[in-house]
């Protein structure tokens, strides 16, 4: 290791929380340098992490693709619109995503060359001292490098399930299932949170019939019950099957597919499918990137202890993204890295974690920000609901999407917003718009007292305000005359 170079700041991880710490430390201007082993299906250089290349964004492309081809088989002629002989090929279809894929890989790479970030492809240690040790991805000898600041954005990767080994064919992970080279006729989607909801939306509009298994009891705990409920009713009757309260305890490959055995409150059983995606959450990829002696922590999951605002045991080093707490969110990542270059660089700077939306990216899509009113209750925190339903939204109508509602949670005194819920088209957009409330400390009355254009989707929200002070227009409430 007889190279040496040296930066104001080293981050380690080329994803949406890694790229983006680089370019606004860059900005700033501080001398930086991105160090990133991803590559894509080609074996070649791609930075963006997991989130570009085997995740957000080829996933997206995927769910919109497959909800073109569902249209255009089962929904034109509701338009007026007839079409005949409409067929999938699929292999064009991935093509498409891996272009997408690429074009955007590609405009990182563009931006660190505009910021002035120095992109290394290679593994990286984290060593004492502030030291990082870099074995490069191609032959050549490994080097230190070494900083005043090290920003450690390591990224996720997918866990496996003891019972249902990878194998790469008949059993995938998240990664896998969006490179099927053929739709299968049955296949077991093992887990029914947000990655196994949308990888199973996808190849259920393709023609596949899809069964998600989660030991859970219900579909995604964590969001409003209510919601959770209705979605689960339109997805069901959109043709995905659901065994809740069911685990998988074994496994055994069959000629052309996998027997699943299964354990239920009713007993055991057996299932056979062709395919199988395991989606059973993901962890922190940090397995060899700490030395024993560079001081960081990890926790019992091998996440990296941080503070609140990232810095980690090691007085200039901080840790970001989905290798340390909190969720295993892009946007959240992203907003971490400004924080910490912000930081760095001497400025002032926080991450307001109570108003980081989530979203599914299914059909109808699910968004939320903010408290549910399970959490609200079992804090003892009072409050007060407005709700609206999109089958009362003009646009929705017209545009022949208005299953879903929208609910606004207030709290009881201040009126300030507590959380905003929605089920419904386009929601992964209008939940910014609830964001930008909360982030102000907004009130149910701010959201009533604002103009929203007419006929949107958007107006929805607007109603669900209004509904949280009685007012309501376009909704009828019981009793009233």
Known sequence: ????????????????????????????????????AGVDEQGERSLGGTCLNVGCIPSKALLSSSALYEQSVHHLTE??????????????MMGRKQQVVKELTGGIAALFKANGVTSIAGRAQLLADKQVKVVPLEKGRSKTLSAQQIILAPGSQPNEHKQVPFDGKRVVDSTGALSLSKVPKRLAVIGAGVIGLELGS??????????????????????????????????QQQGLNFRFGCAVVGSKAKRGGIELQLETKQGSESETFD???????RSPTTKGLLSKDCGVVLDKRGAIEVDGQCRTAVDGIYAIGDAVRGPMLAHKGSEEGVMVAELIAGHHAEVDYGTIPSVVYTEPEIAWCGQTE?????????????????????????????????KVVADAKSDRVLGVH????????LIGQAVNTMAYRGSSEDLALTVFAHPTLSESLHEAALDVLGNAIHKARPGKR
């Open 202 to 235: 996808v190849w259920r509009r393709l023609g596949a019939e899809v069964v998600l298994i989660d030991i859970c009891d219900g579909l995604l705990p964590m969001i409003d019950k209510p919601m959770a409920r209705q979605a689960q009713k339109l997805y």
């Open 275 to 281: 395919q199988v995606i395991v989606a059973v959450g």
């Open 1 to 36: 290791m007889a190279d040496t170079e040296s930066y104001d700041v080293i981050v380690i991880g080329g994803g949406p929380a890694g790229y983006v710490a680089a370019i606004r430390c860059a900005q700033l201007g501080l001398k930086s340098a991105c160090i990133d």
């Open 374 to 406: 399970a959490e609200l209750k079992a804090a003892d925190i009072k409050y007060k609901v407005g709700s609206f339903p999109f089958a009362a939204n003009g646009r929705a109508r017209a545009g022949g999407d208005s299953s879903g509602m929208v």
């Open 422 to 429: 929605m089920l419904g088209p386009h929601v992964s957009e």
């Open 79 to 92: 338009h007026g619109i007839k079409t005949s002989g409409v067929t999938l090929d699929l292999k064009q």
